[in-house]
């Protein structure tokens, strides 16, 4: 793996795409800085390696040619915040000022390039475009791992003009150590827990999981797809009609590989999508009509946090349950405990993906697993099996 190491940064610009796409309040403040402060390792790296940094990214979903309200000057303030020194904002990414600025760059210099997504030209990854991005720089460091799976100008294409002189930023390298290390050589036993809403969005992911778990815990909504699999009565609980014969499928696959599969024996019902509903704990089974699973029960608690507590390797995607109403995130929130203690035992835990993130930080359990990702459909295509292009054309 090509890393910031292997480079030596003395009186170079580091063209460095990041993933800045942060959230702005109405007065154009910046709610949650994770992302920027995610990108300060790499940027203080080669800052403190006597180079310069010329920062490019792309901010929200901006309809095409320049609009004010996605413009990255909104950020400048709070990155300058968080690295302690001036940033200079170079504004449109590929104009006149923008190139007068990062020509000649002192050594020690921030420089913030604006929205890539003002030119349609980014997404969809035309060479031209990114010939004059590359432009900016002399080594190209690509450290915006939630735009991995994206072939854009500023993530993949860029590649071809830096043969020799890219390298993936320190986030991307611990994302893909850590999902590398899950993927391709998990201590055992491997447990995988895959929760949340639909079994067709996670699919993919458990039939490539399949060849190398022990165990495979399924939870939240996607359970009761299983469970009615199984000829299970589910009452009014979200169910894939369509995903029963996939379902069916994995229950099969999971005997002929020996991979132990869990799936709820009992569940916390309610008889309103609510949090205030009526609610009791039946057989997952025995489901009746009004009712909904909205979280795992007390026997499929106990059960999962044996096999979780056993555990050398785990990966965690979806919650257990509706975790965001009180009522129902018991499953959600022991199931994260019991991570805690397996990783306290010693395994290795990567949780990622959206809203098992959330979960986690809920509980504010973050620092007690061993990563937790920041790359939501980056790390879920890289689960699945698939090259993401952004990696590829730096590893080519
Ligand atoms: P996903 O994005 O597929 O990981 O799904 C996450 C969402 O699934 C969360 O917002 C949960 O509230 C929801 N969820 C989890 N369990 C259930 C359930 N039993 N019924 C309905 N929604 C659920």
Redesign the pocket.
Known sequence: MKTLHDFSFENKRALIRVDFNVPLDSNKKVTDATRIEAALPTINYVLDNGGSVVLMSHLGRPKGGFDASFSLEHIVYKLEELIGKKVEFGGDCIGANAIEITKNLAAGSVVLLDNLRFYEEEKKGEIKFADKLAGHGDIYVNDAFGTAHRAHASTAVIANNFIGSSCFGLLMQKELESVRKVMLSPSKPFTAII????VS??ISIIQNLMEKLDNLII??????TFVKAMGGEVGN??IEEDYVKEAKAILDSAEAKGVRILIPED?VIADA?SNDANKKTVPSSEIPTGW?????GETAITHYAKCIEVSKTILW?????????DN?QDG?KKIAYSVVAATERGAYSLVG????V?AINKYELKEHVSYVSTGGGALLELIEGKELPGVAAIEK
């Open positions: 929760g949340g809403a639909k969005s996670k939870g939240g909504g996607m359970s009761y609980s979200l569940s999508f909904m699973g909205l979280d795992i995607n979806g919650p257990m349950g509706v975790f965001e109403m129902f959600t993906g959206g809203d098992s959330a």
